[in-house]
């Protein structure tokens, strides 16, 4: 079955260290994003790629990186420079300038 | 900036009851519009959603919502809630200058008692 795989469910991590988040698609999307969703808060978007090698800074990119260098894969990097990195974060794709995404079951992210 | 607001925070409802969420985007034009839906435990999936044509959009599992232009709203309804409904619930509007970025509500969660 097509989807988004998420990796891994739970991640703990110390305060000052950076963690790689996996993010693979096998739906021939164009487009993948990463999310961060925060209680009363809805989801708040990071990053975003639209095509391969490509990828644009959302709403609160401070202290995130990605990649994208496959078109299946899009991980994400919590730096240490990043204030609050205790979260749930989500993936998710969608056609290019095709509306609906699918998303990841996510990660939940807590960094002590 | 684009916005999309809903009203509720949490919503609390007995079975049978019927359900309303409110749902504001900030901009007019023309405009998509989504419900998506998290079940607890679960991933967010696609609820319904407005492309254009009929403002009455029906969805999965007995949802429906309207699209109020003059209101810029699309309120997200269910005549009568089951206690399977009981999820968080977050409305989306794709960015006007960039589509392939969508701008997600704070969410409503509900909660339906048996």
């Known amino acids: 079955d097509g989807g988004i795989t998420q990796s891994p469910k739970y991640l703990f991590r110390k305060e000052g260290q950076n963690v790689t988040l996996s993010c693979e698609q096998n739906l021939n999307h164009d487009a993948m994003y990463w999310y961060r969703q925060d209680p009363g808060q809805g989801l708040r978007l990071i990053y975003y790629?639209?095509?391969?090698?490509?990828?644009q800074k959302g709403d609160i990119a401070e202290g995130y990186s990605v990649s994208r260098e496959k078109k299946e894969s899009f991980p994400l990097t919590v730096t240490s420079a990043q204030k609050n990195p205790t979260a749930f974060y989500l993936c998710?794709?969608?056609?290019?300038?095709?509306?609906?995404?699918?998303f990841g079951s996510g990660t939940r992210l807590t960094v002590v | 900036a684009q916005s999309v607001s809903q009203h509720n925070h949490h919503v609390i409802l007995s079975e049978a009851a019927s359900l309303e969420l409110g749902c504001n985007y900030s901009y007019g034009g023309t405009v998509n519009l989504f419900w998506y839906v998290q079940y607890p435990g679960q991933h967010l999936q696609l609820l319904l959603k407005?492309?254009?044509?009929?403002?009455l959009v029906k969805g999965i599992k007995g949802f429906e919502a309207e699209f109020i232009k003059s209101k810029f709203s699309f309120n997200l309804r269910k005549p009568s809630v089951q206690w399977s409904d009981t999820a968080e619930y977050f409305c989306a509007v794709p960015m006007k200058t960039s589509y392939d970025k969508v701008i997600f509500g704070p969410g409503t969660s509900l909660s339906v008692i048996p």
């Open positions: 790629s639209q095509i391969v090698n490509d990828f």
């Open positions: 407005y492309f254009s044509g009929d403002p």
């Open positions: 998710a794709s969608s056609m290019y300038r095709t509306y609906g995404y699918t």
